[in-house]
């Protein structure tokens, strides 16, 4: 399995490409009249490029991620991707995208939202000066996204649990970590009070029929590292032992899906499945392993170390589709793919 260095030169090529290129681009978003029949630049000026606003800006959020590392300090791209991503991520940019946001307070809920949150994280928390000032005008982009979160949940009646950009779980995970690097109590007390309301019943989910042909996220998996962000240690004891005791290293769900064809859109989302799968299983082993070992619970201290042994066969297909020529995976894969290396390699 490569290490972490043999990917920062081709991840931030390919984020850089992908953020520097306008088509194709699939706008989403609603339009209530002609006035609203316009190039997606004229109302999102920051994020309209790498195919779609989400994926725009989680590959933003992937450079800037790439930029902290010791492989980019004297990296031929390091000044090209400073000068990008502090020309789109302006002042002036960053309060048109709020302000789309809040004019359009459904749109991109929960998954461009999480990565809205995850980028001004990041960037916030840099090493590298220029980066840290930029996250000064993304937090309005963040802020934005915090107060819609507050006022969003209260009227969710349930959660979506889908393996795809609606799945409620996922998007809340991301928003309440950036919520507790922002210090933003509300927003954390809240998401903690609707995961609990959405989830803490669940038991022994089925993962063995959980999948779909276009999934991206293990709707089980994406529910436990919620869950284990917001409840308690012996909450989480009790709780996540039950909850995953259908997961073996067997299972299908950690056995990676053949990608029949890398043209399909929908299909190529199974290459991210596995990476996504893998981070997950990179975070929650450990956190079962320690539950076995302070129970002695020889069998779940089992099923931990033998989830860890599928990661390298889930992330090995789509690390190649990251950097590949195909566009429909090439344009968002790579940030799943180096936040489970990240994971994978400390």
């Not at 290129?21 to 000026?45: C, G, Q």
């Not at 996204?145 to 209260?154: I, N």
């Not at 276009?214 to 917001?230: K, Q, R, T, Y």
Request: hydrophobic content about 45%; glycine content about 4%.
């Amino acid at each position: 399995m490569p290490q972490n260095d043999d990917y920062v030169h081709p991840f931030a090529e390919v984020a850089l490409a992908n953020i520097t290129r306008e088509y194709p681009f699939a706008s989403h978003h609603l339009a209530r009249s002609l006035a609203d029949i316009v190039p997606a630049v004229e109302k999102n000026p920051a994020f309209a490029n790498s195919n779609d606003w989400h994926s725009s800006v989680h590959m933003h959020y992937l450079l800037a991620s790439l930029l902290e590392t010791e492989a980019a300090k004297a990296a031929s791209w390091r000044e090209q991707a400073l000068e990008v991503l502090s020309s789109h991520l302006s002042e002036e940019n960053m309060l048109a995208e709020a302000a789309f946001l809040r004019d359009n307070p459904s749109w991109e809920r929960p998954y461009g939202w999480a990565w809205a949150v995850e980028l001004n994280r990041v960037l916030n928390t840099s090493s590298v000066d220029e980066l840290r000032e930029l996250g000064s005008n993304t937090q309005v982009l963040a802020d934005t996204v915090f107060d819609l979160t507050s006022t969003w949940l209260p009227k969710v009646a349930a959660p979506v649990r889908h393996g795809v950009h609606s799945n409620t779980a996922f998007g809340l995970r991301r928003i309440l970590v950036g919520a507790r690097a922002a210090d933003r109590r509300d927003v954390v007390d809240a998401i903690a009070g609707a995961a609990r309301r959405f989830f803490a019943e669940d038991v022994a989910w089925n993962f063995r029929q959980e999948r779909s042909g276009h999934d991206f996220l293990s709707p089980g998996l994406c529910e436990a590292d919620l869950m284990a962000e917001i409840l308690t240690e012996d909450e989480l004891a009790s709780w996540l032992p039950e909850f995953l005791s259908d997961l073996s290293p067997e299972s299908p769900a950690l056995t990676p899906v053949k990608v029949l064809d890398p043209t399909d859109g929908q299909q190529s989302h199974l290459y991210g499945l596995g990476i996504s799968v893998a981070a997950s299983v990179l975070r929650l082993a450990p956190r079962l392993a320690a539950i076995a070992e302070k129970s002695d619970d020889r069998e779940l201290m089992a099923q931990a170390k033998g989830m860890l042994t599928r990661v390298d066969a889930l992330m090995s297909p789509g690390l190649e589709a990251a950097v590949s020529d195909e566009y429909v995976s090439s344009h968002w894969i790579a940030t799943f793919a180096w936040e489970a290396m990240d994971l994978r390699y400390p």
